[in-house]
């Protein structure tokens, strides 16, 4: 079984639509989690942090569901910006496990 | 903002020669980190390290591979007798702290003839 599994999409969204991914992780005793973004042939760069009592940054909000493990990130009026691939990261006792992404494509 | 710098942005090598990627980590930070990313797959961990030894490594890190922090400032990656399979984006990071957000390199794209 991986260690993180995330649907690859492509999710096609309009401008302004709101838009939902989900992650799920194997190891019930991964310590911390993230979202990264990662555009074509760049580095991953952290979108953020995700906790259990949930997190929000401005149209970003994350939420961790411990018991039956899986994040989501939710973004709200989305921009063409947006456009890039997300990633759902798990730390294990200091490895960092990445899902394969999720592809979103915001239309104007 | 400080970053994470890498060098060279891109490599290319003969099959068999040994390659030395080159990382300059943000100041202060401890945790030091090696990823991979072959075209069109995920981002697999490769190693982590810490006062200057490895704390983790995963099972791509073989043999073939090193890691040296030589001075203060920078945290290399060694690659032995590379192989065609060793083509790919290598992203270095850093982080504050263990289980802390880590912060990314641009990558250096190795490709191997």
């Known amino acids: 079984r991986k260690e993180v599994e995330q649907d690859p999409g492509p999710f096609n969204v309009p401008e302004g639509a709101t838009v939902a991914f989900n992650c799920t992780y194997s190891?019930?005793?991964?310590?911390?989690f993230f979202w990264y973004r990662q555009d074509c042939r760049k580095e991953p760069k952290l979108l953020m942090s995700v906790y259990s009592s949930g997190n929000e940054d401005g149209r970003f909000t994350a939420q961790l569901n411990r018991a039956s493990q899986y994040i989501s990130l939710l973004i709200r009026d989305s921009k063409l910006s947006d456009s890039a691939t997300y990633l759902c990261v798990v730390n294990n006792f200091n490895k960092f496990y990445f899902g394969s992404g999720t592809k979103l494509n915001v239309k104007p | 903002e400080p970053e994470v710098t890498q060098t060279p942005s891109h490599q290319v090598t003969q099959m068999g020669q040994e390659v030395i990627l080159r990382c300059v980590p943000i100041s202060n930070h401890l945790y030091f980190y090696w990823y991979r990313q072959i075209l069109g797959q995920k981002v697999e961990f490769l190693v982590s390290?810490?006062?200057?030894?490895?704390?983790?490594k995963s099972e791509i890190f073989d043999d073939q591979f090193s890691v040296e922090r030589p001075d203060g400032s920078n945290f290399t990656l060694k690659i032995r007798s590379t192989k065609l399979e060793d083509s790919a984006m290598y992203f270095c990071a850093s982080s504050e702290a263990q289980s802390d957000e880590q912060f990314f390199g641009p990558g250096t794209r190795l490709t191997v003839l």
């Open positions: 190891n019930s005793a991964s310590q911390s």
């Open positions: 390290f810490y006062n200057n030894e490895i704390s983790e």
